[in-house]
């Protein structure tokens, strides 16, 4: 009992620090207005790409939304530079939260949580489908994206499979919203752009569908 308490003080000290260096970064300020926060990305020359990982982290930690993040970064970098650089923070901030939490917070999280419909379901889905239901719930986007980081720190998974299964599985919804963002950036909103966005949204569907159909093959034979 007492070590889970100091693990958990350390911790909370350790997201102390992570708010306190944002805030000092104006950050929390910036990011509810898109256009400043795209104005001060800008400013910050060669850093700024520490910066939004860092930032990337900020929200994956306090299990925020990043989808205003992707437009941003899609506004800045266009879809693809934008894309990867959300994939890569997204994975990397997901494995440090997945080591965290599993060290620092495991005892918690499944007292806190054990009785959560989407918890559960994680955790059966990862016993009986391993990987594959990582690269489901990581595709489908069906579950808080950043709360994911947390639940999976109960299961087996190693670190190295699930930043590369997070960069890869993710990509099509992150970049779906890059590629949003710079298109209307570039053309406004026309009819071409609502048949590429259709079929952008089609495929983002179909992955986890594709994936999910393939695991209960699996299952069955």
Same mark, same amino acid.
């Given at each position: 009992m007492r070590n889970q308490v100091i693990k958990i003080t350390v911790f909370?000290?350790?997201?102390? !620090?992570?708010? %306190?260096?944002?805030?000092?970064?104006?950050?929390?300020?910036?990011?509810?207005?898109?256009?400043? *926060? =795209?104005?001060?990305?800008n400013?910050?020359?060669?850093?700024?790409?520490?910066?939004?990982?860092?930032? /990337? #982290?900020? /929200?994956?930690?306090?299990?925020? #939304?990043m989808q205003p993040l992707l437009l941003v970064a899609g506004v800045i970098w266009g879809p693809v530079i934008g894309g990867l650089l959300c994939l890569f923070g997204q994975a990397l901030s997901g494995v440090i939260v997945l080591? %965290?939490?599993?060290?620092? #917070?495991?005892?918690?999280?499944?007292?806190? %949580?054990?009785?959560?419909?989407?918890? =559960?379901?994680?955790q059966d889905g990862f016993e009986r489908n391993g990987n594959q239901y990582l690269m489901f719930t990581r595709a489908a986007s069906l579950f808080p994206y950043n709360i994911q980081n947390y639940f999976y720190s109960l299961t087996k998974i190693k670190a190295f499979n *699930?930043?590369?299964?997070?960069?890869?599985? !993710?990509?099509?919804?992150?970049?779906?919203?890059?590629?949003?963002?710079?298109?209307?950036?570039?053309?406004?909103?026309n009819f071409q752009l609502f048949l590429l966005v259709s079929l952008l949204a089609i495929v983002t569907v179909g992955i986890p569908l594709l994936i999910k159909y393939i695991s209960s093959r699996k299952a069955t034979s």
């Open positions: 909370v000290i350790i997201v102390i !620090a992570f708010w %306190f260096v944002a805030r000092k970064l104006g950050i929390f300020e910036r990011i509810n207005n898109i256009n400043d *926060f =795209i104005v001060y990305i400013s910050l020359g060669v850093y700024q790409y520490i910066i939004f990982l860092f930032i /990337l #982290l900020v /929200l994956s930690v306090t299990s925020s #939304l080591m %965290f939490s599993r060290y620092f #917070l495991r005892d918690s999280i499944y007292e806190r %949580f054990k009785t959560n419909k989407t918890f =559960i379901r994680i *699930f930043f590369w299964i997070s960069f890869v599985f !993710a990509s099509p919804s992150f970049f779906f919203y890059t590629f949003l963002a710079d298109r209307i950036i570039e053309e406004g909103v």
